[in-house]
């Protein structure tokens, strides 16, 4: 007797579940936020620049040595960049020439009274003009004449023929000599250790000098 074939079930195979993708982990998240775009830097003029890197080399110039300041560090002071230095001014000596210049109106207001000449602080500004005259004379730098270069000694023989009556070429030649006790004491001073201070020369030698003539009322 032959054998019943199976009957086929009717229920139906269960589809397969579809896996539901992962949560992104917080790490995802975070990892997707998009960050914030970096500030713009100022746009400055190309005055503002010249302006910021001459202020920052005269800050300099105050406190140190031009052998000692490099272009990067005045630009690093001004924050504007190095290359600057050369487009603008043509290099770090021309820079300088710049302060220099400027400066030289304040020496001439500062000595219009011979007075002046024994303040410390006022000797101490016009050596660091004197220093930075010679680096850049160093540095091939020209001057038209020697009071471009000095500008404390027009003013002194000016002194000299409007308050002591000395005629114009014997001023000149008094205003030297004021020139060259001024530039001993800042090429040589230094490296003595006892000598005899700028004051004290200016003081011997203005004693030789005639009188100062009365003011006329």
Avoid: C
């Avoid at 219009?112 to 000449?117: A, C, I, S």
Wanted: no cysteine.
């Amino acid at each position: 007797m032959a054998t019943p074939a199976p009957k086929k079930s009717s229920a139906k195979k269960a589809a397969p579940k579809k896996v539901s993708p992962k949560k992104k982990t917080v790490a995802t998240k975070k990892a997707a936020v998009k960050k914030p775009a970096k500030a713009r830097q100022v746009r400055r003029t190309r005055e503002e620049g010249m302006e910021l890197l001459i202020h920052a080399a005269f800050t300099l110039v105050r406190k140190k040595s031009p052998d000692d300041i490099s272009i990067r560090e005045i630009a690093s002071l001004a924050k504007v960049h190095h290359r600057f230095i050369a487009e603008w001014f043509g290099g770090k000596a021309q820079l300088l020439l710049v302060i220099h210049s400027r400066n030289s109106d304040n020496i001439r207001k500062i000595t219009v009274d011979m007075g002046t000449m024994r303040n410390n602080e006022v000797i101490l500004e016009i050596n660091q003009q004197l220093q930075l005259a010679l680096w850049l004379m160093r540095n091939g730098i020209t001057f038209p004449d020697i009071y471009a270069a000095f500008p404390a000694l027009g003013t002194a023989v000016k002194n000299l023929e409007i308050n002591r009556g000395i005629n114009p070429t014997d001023a000149q030649k008094v205003g030297a000599i004021y020139g060259a006790i001024l530039l001993s004491n800042v090429i040589v001073t230094p490296f003595i250790e006892s000598t005899t201070t700028t004051v004290e020369l200016f003081d011997f030698f203005t004693n030789l000098l005639p009188p100062v003539l009365p003011t006329k009322k």
